[in-house]
DNA sequence: AAAAAAATCCCTACAAGTAGGGATTTTTAA
DNA sequence: TTAAAAATCCCTACTTGTAGGGATTTTTTT
């Protein structure tokens, strides 16, 4: 039996993983947290096989939350998931010791075959990472200065005459850079940029 | 003199703050943090007297930090800022021990005036700040139940078709809600909606 | 110096959300 | 039980971003 906790701030995806797992009969939900703080708590207590968890998180965030937990339980195993195919983040879940990463729109047997993997002390990277489709995971810069540039204006807040308007550039030409920057993201949808941009608020270089 | 850390993941914001400082000779910014583990390292190191610190930021977020430092440094006066109204946000850096909260949107003067009153061990919330209006500071529940439904679905990037189609309601209806809650928020603009129900991801209730 | 990448701009068509109205039914609370 | 609040739906007009093209100039890189 693999006991996993899944840590999420939204509960309302805690529990959709929760009813796409009751069928597995190997695979028992035993706590589940909101927060990072709350997830170490848990873990703390049901010393789970395999922990769940969103990077972003109120109180403290899932990297750091790996890291705790691998430095205290270094046999349980994280997976990481996130809304996005942040290579970044990918790459920060893996340094911090996580042995798996799925997306959020993955498909309920990849979530499932995530878990099973690691359970076996094998690593799971969800195939349509893009870090995983490029052999060079290290530097994977994918967007321009530019486009990184508008894409930050775009968390911001600012539509795009208002960015063309303080970079001094045409409207079409912040249109454009839309459609490079979410064609190289794979992305589609109208407001999958706005929420792109906000959520990986980090690590903009 | 007042000397002054801050704390937000965006370095673009704190440049702009410091650039907006460099004429009030009364207040020097000695450091600044991009996420809440190197604002509490950085406070540990440099004691300053007031801390500016965002809420949602990488690794710790501000509330957690708050927390941490006022533990650790009763004397120093927090101020938390962040892009949008979230009362609760509010209510828990105010329990967090913060001695102030302003809006990311704050005019320069609102933003000096916020160190200034708290470095004089005053509390200084940002007068825009719903909670400060209404005087019921306990149950400020503006979103009904169902508005707060749709905004959750707007943050997980649901369009108002998809929308409708999971809550079985019309079209018409969702965007009523979407209206309403634009009104109660006070916000306007195209992509406002999206980045509120992202950013404030917490605390859905 | 030549090729590749990045950045700039324009076109049409379409989809989705905002803004301003209005109106009815269902719940909830006094 | 009766007001008030919440939730439901419809209308027109307008703005903004997406999708599909194409094209030119400026920077890098080789």
New interface residues.
């Given amino acids: 039996m693999i006991r996993i906790v899944i840590a999420e701030?939204?509960?309302?995806l805690i529990d959709g993983i929760k009813l796409s797992l009751q069928n597995e009969l190997d695979i028992q939900v035993i706590g589940e947290a909101n927060d990072g703080?709350a997830l170490i708590d848990l873990v703390r207590l049901k010393e789970p096989n395999v922990v769940i968890t969103d990077i972003?998180m109120?109180?403290?965030?899932g990297?750091?939350a790996t890291r705790i937990i691998k430095t205290e339980f270094p046999t349980i195993d994280v997976i990481g998931f996130s809304?996005f195919d942040q290579t970044d983040a990918v790459a920060q879940m893996r340094d911090a010791g996580a042995s798996g990463y799925i997306m959020k729109n993955s498909s309920l047997a990849t979530l499932v075959e995530a878990i099973r993997t690691v359970a076996k002390k094998k690593s799971f990277f969800d195939s349509n990472l893009m870090i995983e489709k490029n052999t060079s995971l290290t530097e994977e810069i994918i967007l321009s200065k530019r486009e990184l540039e508008i894409l930050?204006l775009?968390?911001?807040?600012n539509?795009s005459v208002e960015i063309s308007e303080l970079l001094f550039i045409g409207k079409a030409t912040v249109d454009t850079h839309r459609k490079n920057i979410l064609k190289k993201l794979n992305m589609h949808?109208?407001?999958?940029l706005?929420?792109y941009a906000?959520?990986r608020?980090?690590?903009?270089t």
Same sequence: chains 1, 2.
């Fill in positions: 701030d939204h509960q309302s703080e972003r109120p109180k403290l965030d990297i750091s809304m930050r775009i968390g911001e807040g539509s949808g109208k407001n999958d706005v929420r906000v959520e608020k980090y690590d903009f």
